[in-house]
């Protein structure tokens, strides 16, 4: 294994670690400011940190190739922007950038739907302030690494998966409301397990579909008038005079309405409601949002069969994973199950 000492010459002055995470339930709803339930993985992002006699420099074990990184000359298209974005944005807010060596070490597949971009974002910001002494609330560091990513990178994302890889702790689903950002950690009872499982199709890009939605979502607002769409009730969309706009209407709120359930059972324990509410969640994925695809279909419908209380597709959709809930006891031969009715599915995490 490669170590800081055998890229730097020097032992690291500090060691950060930021988590991937999986939605659990809310998927579409921070586009109305609601309700979301990531989960942080076991698996992340390690970065390390020591001084340098000047410039900054980045090595990451999945790329082998040491970078030195201008923080004046912006975006290069390549993985180091999301080392040099992070920076970026904590120097506009005043942080000091010292010459330094950072490295990176994952254990996460990058580009699955997991969120690596985040966790090398909140890793580095960790990085940075550990080696500085420059303190930073977690929900502060989040909202820099929101800010690189949509600025810097140029990617539209919310505050989900920064808020979920920064303030998330191990074990618990984070509760988040993405318009006030406020938060609560939700312990998984023992005996449950959160599976997270590629379905062997990669994510396809979204661009145009996510706008899409988006577009829709803008139209109904703009019909409905000056009352949120977030704090409507659900036969709202009924209303609306375009097919296409209630159907993505139907979703976001019901959505909002299964993820309060969700979270709700979680906190009572009551593992059967929040299975039925992720299969329900799925559906309405797939016929209202339309953002699901045969593979993801047959992957959550393996992953039933095979005794999951609850699976759905989780992220962006086209593509990537999905989420099972299942019993810590049966991990094993559900996965056996699975993987041998969908040959081309791989686990990111069991
Ligand atoms: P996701 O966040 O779902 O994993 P993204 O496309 O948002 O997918 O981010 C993936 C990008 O993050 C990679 O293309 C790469 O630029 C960067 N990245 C992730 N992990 C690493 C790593 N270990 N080393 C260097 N860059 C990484
Ligand atoms: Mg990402």
Known sequence: ??????????????????????????????????????????????????????????FSTAEETKIEINLGEGKKNHWADYVAGPLVMAEKAGATIPPM????????????????????????????????????????????A????????????????????????????????CETLEWDQVALPKGWSIAVIHCGEARQLTDGAYNERRAALDEAAAEIGPISLRSQSIDV??????????????????????????????????????????????????????????SLDRLVAAARDAGAFGARLTGAGFGGCIVALVAESERESWWHAVSTECPAAWAVEL
Not at 33 to 57: C, D, E, F, R, Y
Not at 109 to 119: C, D, H, N, R
Not at 273 to 284: D, P
């Open 237 to 294: 969309a009924e209303k609306l005079s375009d097919p296409l706009v209630v159907r993505r209407v139907r979703h976001v709120l019901s959505e909002q309405a299964r993820t309060l359930r969700a979270t709700e059972a979680l906190r009572a324990g009551d593992m059967s409601l929040l299975g039925k509410l992720m299969n329900e969640s799925h559906e309405s994925l797939r016929t209202n949002f339309e953002v699901s695809t045969g």
């Open 101 to 144: 060596n950072l490295m990176v070490e994952s254990d996460l597949p990058a580009g699955a739907g997991v969120s690596s971009s985040a966790a090398l974002e909140v890793a580095t910001l960790k990085a940075l302030f550990a080696f500085t002494g420059q303190g930073h609330s977690n929900t502060d560091i989040a909202l820099l």
């Open 146 to 177: 929101q800010k690189a990513e949509n600025e810097f990178c140029g990617v539209k994302c919310g505050i989900m998966d920064q808020m979920a890889v920064s303030v998330g702790n191990q074990g618990h689903a984070l509760a988040l409301n």
């Open 1 to 58: 294994m490669t170590s800081h000492e055998d890229v730097f010459g020097q032992e690291a002055a500090a060691t950060c670690f930021a988590p991937g995470r999986v939605n659990l339930i809310g998927e579409y709803t921070d586009l109305i400011g609601g309700n979301v339930l990531p989960m942080p993985l076991t698996k992340g992002i390690t970065v390390t940190v020591g001084p340098a006699l000047s410039g900054v420099h980045a």
